[in-house]
């Protein structure tokens, strides 16, 4: 049986195999890197609807950003 953590880990790892495919389907129906990350950031924003307000939002994701960008800054930058 598996753990909470192990349990709320695996929810992420669904949630993102989602994301990535959406993604895929994003690219498909815009080449425009700019539509994808403001349909992505209108999304964000849609899931937090209700939230006290769209700061609270925007420190929520800047919150997120500062756990990614580590990550992702010791990949090598794959194609597109």
Known sequence: MATPNEENFNDYKR???KALELLAEMKAVSPKKVDI???LMVAIFELHKGT???SSV???VQGHLK???PYYA???PAGN
């Open 67 to 69: 756990q990614l960008v």
């Open 37 to 39: 990350e403001l349909a």
């Open 58 to 60: 925007a420190m929520i």
């Open 52 to 54: 006290p307000s769209a």
């Open 15 to 17: 949630a993102e195999k």
């Open 74 to 76: 010791t990949k090598q």
